[in-house]
């Protein structure tokens, strides 16, 4: 009986030992298991985050130049801030672009607003085959101050500036300065006007570099806050003016007389929108990008505005030294809602007998009273300090 006890307690510790060794050795292969498994990404390792900065000065000084010109300052500052996300199937790519600038010239002695835009993009994309991506788009346009047409001074800002000057050559240089900026037109400011935007639809990504999208289900307001700019980029007239104008308790003159309070402050718009981005990077110095958007309105007057509003956008960027870099830029707006102002309308529509304008001829006139539309055009070409801050994976 001793020996069998002897036995099974040799049996237990043995057994103890093995089993010990095991849970051991097991231990191990579980630690180097988690040494060679990845890591979960973290939440922040998804997003890539980019801020670049330019800031552009200029001068000219002239002293006895007997081929005359301006002597001239001008300073204008960029701001480029990207946050993109990325997991799997999902994308969310923001962008916010500010720009600003101003110019003195010694013929026009006050500040002059050479550059002011605000935009603000954000798309959300999920991948529903190879390079096509159900998207939603919201953007936002807007500049920051008044925007003006520095208009010559005439007789009347001269004699405000001064009572009894009849040129400016007999101002002080304050009076100058206050008769030119009471010559000036106000034609955009904070807000007037904005446009916003919320796009569904198909981006297709065959690049990273390259996209193309089309939203047929496109919708938005443009935002027109000051009543004196809201004729110009066709505001419709408020439900009571219209009222009173089918009623005929008002007519058309004293509805003109009103101004711009005549006018709703937004105006709803719904249609199909096509946007193409592309960004070339042909090398670490050199950098294009260009964006175009082709706008239809479903709900607007097709016979009084025929034509898609089409945003055309283009930069180059050009680093020549470590810091400095050359810039050109162009902007194209075509929006035939948006009036230039100008003395001519260009409906000639009449009736069959030759003489009498017809209705439809008379909305054209109308629609035309604060200009006519053309094709906007900017271009800038500068030269300055820039600095890219982007995270690193």
Known sequence: MKKIIITLAA??????????????????DIANAAEVAPAKPKFSEYWTESLKTNITAGQTGLFNWAAGGDNTVSLAAYIDGNANYKKDAMFWNNRLQLDYGFLYASSKPILQKSTDRIYLESKWGYQIKDQLYFSANYDFKSQFTT?????????????????????????????ARYAWKDARVGKSGFLSPAYTNLALGIDWKPKDWFSLSFAPLTGGYVIVANEDYRAAYSMKYKKDIRQALEDGTKTQAEIDAMGGSA???????????????????INENFTYTTQLVLFEDYIKDHKLYPAPRINWDNRIDWKIAKYFALTVTTNLIYDQMVKIATDKWTANYYEADGTTVSAWGQAHKQANAKGISAVQFKECVSFGFTYTIASKK
Request: overall charge negative; charged content about 20%; proline content about 2%.
């Open 11 to 28: 049996a237990l510790v043995s057994f103890g030992a093995f089993a010990q060794d095991a849970a051991t050795e097991a231990a191990q």
């Open 147 to 175: 925007g003006y047409a520095y208009n010559t001074p005439n007789a009347t800002n001269i004699d405000n500036a001064h009572a009894g000057a009849t040129s400016l050559d007999e101002l002080t240089k304050k009076e």
């Open 263 to 281: 006018y709703m402050s937004h105006r709803f718009e719904f249609g199909a929108q096509i946007k193409m981005d592309l960004k070339a990077q």
